[in-house]
Nanobody
Framework: QVQLVESGGGLVQAGGSLRLSCAAS????????MAWFRQAPGKEREFVAF????????YYADSVKGRFTTSRDNANKAMYLQMNSLKPEDTAVYYC?????????????????????WGQGTQVTVSS
């Protein structure tokens, strides 16, 4: 099991940028495939971005492609989400998630059910 803590959320105007961080503790971070999800009020938790255990493979939801970039630093047990050109519809609580896996990609990875460990979330609010 790995413990996850997100940070970096806040209030930003449309068109602005934020960088979220996910700090991990516990087991070997490089053994974990990671992802970002988000959940807006009244909506289901949705996939945002995936990054493989090595960082060599990433993919994104169509709604954020070209605007968001995820990366990881295995030596420092951290994952990041750089969010640019933010829109009001990006407003949500953002979560990082982990699964002990060495996969570089899986159809299951788009579903929040696939992940075993979660952070507490960080609020991102984009004003128009």
């Amino acid at each position: 099991q790995v413990q996850l803590v997100e940070s970096g959320g806040g209030l930003v105007q449309a068109g602005g940028s934020l960088r979220l961080s996910c700090a991990a503790s516990g087991r070997t971070f490089s053994d974990y495939t990671m992802a970002w999800f988000r959940q807006a009020p009244g909506k289901e938790r949705e996939f945002v971005a995936f990054i493989s255990y090595s960082g060599g493979s990433t993919y994104y939801a169509d709604s954020v492609k070209g605007r968001f970039t995820t990366s990881r630093d295995n030596a420092n047990k951290a994952m990041y989400l750089q969010m640019n050109s933010l829109k009001p519809e990006d407003t949500a609580v953002y979560y990082c998630a982990a699964r002990s896996s060495h996969t570089s990609g899986s159809s299951g990875s788009y579903s929040w059910h696939w992940y075993h460990d979660w952070g507490q979330g960080t609020q991102v609010t984009v004003s128009s």
